[in-house]
C-alpha cells in the first residue's frame, strides 16, 4: 500500500520529475534520507517504474499515429507479440480479449511511410490473420496515469 506521504511525493516527482530531493523533503516534510528511502522502496516495489522526458512525435517529424487491431490464430500470439514489441515504430503493444488479440499503436512520419511499415515489415514478419488500421485524426486526450 502507498502511504500518504509515498503519495504526495509521487505527485511532486509527477510535476517535476527532475526535483531535487531536498525540495520534495522540505515539501512533504522529511528528512532527505527519509524521502530517498521511500524512492527506494517505491522503485523497489514497482510502484515507481521509470523516470521518463515526454516528447511530442509531431515535432520531431512523427506526425502519423496509428492504431492497429490485429487478429491472430491462438498459437501465434506469444511468438508475434515478440515479434511485434522488436519494431521501433510501435511505441505501444497490448495483448487484448475481443474480436482481436493485439492492438498496437504506431508513429510514423506520412501515411507513405504506415502504407511501407504494413506492406513491408508487419505483414511480412508477422503472421496476421486479420488487421485494421485506424489513423488517429484529431488528439484530444493523452496523458500518463497520474496519482
Do not use: W
Not at 496509428?66 to 507479440?81: C, M
Not at 493485439?102 to 505483414?123: P, Q
Request: proline letters at 2%; hydrophobic letters at 35%.
Amino acid at each position: 500500500m502507498v502511504s500518504k506521504n509515498d503519495r504526495r511525493i509521487i505527485e511532486l516527482l509527477q510535476r517535476d520529475a527532475r526535483m531535487p530531493i531536498s525540495r520534495i523533503a522540505k515539501e512533504v516534510g522529511l528528512s532527505e534520507n527519509g524521502v530517498k528511502y521511500r524512492l527506494e522502496k517505491l522503485e523497489k516495489d514497482g510502484v515507481i517504474s521509470q523516470y521518463a522526458l515526454l516528447v511530442n512525435p509531431a515535432k520531431i517529424g512523427k506526425k502519423v499515429k496509428g492504431i492497429f487491431n490485429v487478429q491472430l490464430e491462438p498459437s501465434e500470439i506469444r511468438k508475434t507479440i515478440r515479434k511485434m514489441k522488436e519494431f521501433e515504430e510501435f511505441i505501444k503493444v497490448y495483448q487484448t480479449s475481443g474480436h482481436y488479440s493485439i492492438v498496437a499503436i504506431g508513429l510514423f512520419e506520412s501515411n507513405e511511410k504506415l502504407s511501407d511499415f504494413i506492406n513491408n515489415s508487419l505483414l511480412v514478419k508477422c503472421d496476421i490473420k486479420d488487421y485494421c488500421v485506424d489513423i488517429v485524426i484529431r488528439q484530444y486526450k493523452d496523458s500518463i496515469y497520474r496519482i
